[in-house]
């Protein structure tokens, strides 16, 4: 195959790894808007949609085994495409973050705790910030980028032990809120994950472009 078709073919799949990410950061938003207005026909929508994420991650899966097939790709190509693999799988994963925090918000009734509201809301717009970025670095095949992105899910950290504290003094002051205390905190860490994996893009990205692993590696 001639490189003029590999080209074409990886900008394909960027393109749709684009609208993938897209997919997730916009259910990442609407998971913790709809948590904080208590919407729940949102929340049930979110449900619904996560199976056009699944959906979208496995179209893209079998385009990139397709070229890799077809087209014999080798060096950068390659490593992008292999890679292109696992944030498939990173992105879906966050998208089943936000699944589970619409099931908390089905659940949750009137939990009386705007301030969890709140800052469950300010921790989800803060992982959106950092995936939009890592995933401009993957597409770019960015390191720099990459590196600089990944202490700032120290941020996601921080606001999760922000909540987790409040959470614990919460509960014992009332032991009664345990119900909604569980609730919170379980949103608190399906966030920090999606934190975590949204490093693991980052991670990618730094070996797409450099062909090792890890955040501190020279190019």
């Excluded at 609407?30 to 026909?41: G, M």
């Excluded at 498939?88 to 994963?93: D, G, K, P, Y």
């Excluded at 490093?199 to 990618?204: L, V």
Aim: with cysteine; net charge negative; charged share 25%.
């Amino acid at each position: 195959m001639s490189r003029k078709s590999l080209d074409y073919e990886m900008q394909t799949i960027r393109d749709d790894l684009l609208i993938l990410s897209s997919m997730v950061e916009n259910a990442i938003c609407q998971s913790v808007t709809a948590l904080r207005e208590q919407d729940l026909e949102k929340a049930r929508q979110i449900m619904t949609n996560d199976r056009s994420i699944n959906k979208k991650r496995y179209e893209i899966e079998a385009a990139v085994m397709v070229v890799i097939a077809t087209q014999s790709p080798v060096t950068r190509d390659l490593r992008f495409l292999s890679s292109a693999l696992a944030v498939c799988s990173e992105l879906e994963r966050i998208g089943d973050y936000a699944k589970t925090i619409s099931k908390v918000n089905l659940r949750v009734k009137e939990s009386g705790a705007p301030r969890f509201l709140s800052d469950s809301y300010q921790m989800g717009v803060a992982v959106m910030d950092i995936l939009h970025r890592a995933m401009t670095a993957f597409i770019l095949m960015d390191a720099e980028s990459a590196r600089r992105i990944i202490p700032e899910d120290d941020v996601c950290d921080a606001l999760y032990q922000k909540i987790y504290n409040d959470l614990m003094n919460s509960l014992h002051k009332n032991p009664r809120d345990m119900e909604y205390v569980n609730y919170f905190l379980w949103v608190a860490h399906n966030l920090e994950r999606a934190g975590d994996r949204v490093t693991n893009i980052c991670e990618r990205a730094i070996y797409v472009q450099t062909g090792e692993f890890g955040a501190t590696q020279g190019a």
